[in-house]
């Protein structure tokens, strides 16, 4: 499975956007980008995921670069719930295999 | 549908003793997987079912441990003879084969093990 980098921390300021990168240099055509978050005490929860193109949800929007080698995940207005630890992961498409999480980015929210 | 449940929420042993977990995951689903998780890292996968069939299982899994699916539905994950090493939080998902690819993962709150 292709590997994913990412900072091990970063800090918000509440109701700014927050824009966390991710790289996978050694992507490959068929691997979708994932994102997931946990909470403190909480098991991972999804957030978003996309293939090629910019993705936009509720919870957030998802930034692809053109070689697809990085993404940004982007949270609009940092709440302080948004404090948490978040996981950019690649899964094969139509791979019926499990997640593999790395360490992630421990996002931290100041009022 | 309330998700995926797991009990107990905590659990504090003593070393050697042999413990039992319980995941109930999202009913429909017919993927459900394991993960242990300690401090500052990332879930690490431990097995996974296909309906009851047991598909795959982690190097992780040494042979103290045992998960069973049992029709299909509810997930019983077994520690014997427990070790301080196993300390964890033990984190259980579920998913609809041909849909986890596309974020269909739904994870549990987990089941935090301290053996004393």
């Known amino acids: 499975d292709a590997k994913t980098t990412q900072p091990n921390s970063m800090e918000s300021n509440e109701e700014e956007p927050v824009h966390l990168p991710c790289n996978h240099s050694?992507?490959?055509?068929?691997?979708?980008i994932h994102w997931y978050r946990q909470l403190p005490s909480q098991g991972p929860e999804y957030v978003i995921h996309?293939?090629?193109s910019n993705v936009n949800n509720r919870m957030a929007s998802l930034a692809i670069a053109e070689d697809r080698k990085s993404s940004t995940l982007i949270l609009h207005r940092a709440t302080l719930r948004d404090a948490a630890v978040y996981y950019c992961i690649l899964t094969r498409g139509g791979s019926q295999g499990n997640l593999i999480f790395g360490k992630g980015t421990k996002l931290s929210v100041k009022p | 549908d309330t998700g995926v449940s797991q009990d107990p929420r905590h659990k504090i042993t003593k070393r050697g003793q042999n413990v039992t977990f319980r995941c109930d995951p999202i009913?429909?689903?017919?993927?459900l997987y394991w993960y242990r998780q300690t401090l500052g890292q990332g879930p690490e996968f431990l097995t996974y079912f296909q309906n009851e069939a047991q598909l795959e299982k982690s190097r992780l899994l040494s042979d103290r441990f045992s998960a069973e699916r049992p029709k299909g539905s509810f997930s019983t994950l077994e520690i014997q003879r427990t070790e301080q090493g196993d300390s964890a939080m033990y984190l259980c998902?579920?998913?609809?084969?041909?849909?986890?690819?596309?974020?269909?993962?739904?994870f549990g709150s987990g089941t935090r093990l301290t053996v004393v």
């Open positions: 996309g293939l090629t």
């Open positions: 998902a579920s998913s609809l084969l041909g849909t986890g690819f596309l974020g269909g993962y739904t």
């Open positions: 009913s429909e689903h017919n993927r």
């Open positions: 050694t992507i490959s055509g068929t691997d979708y």
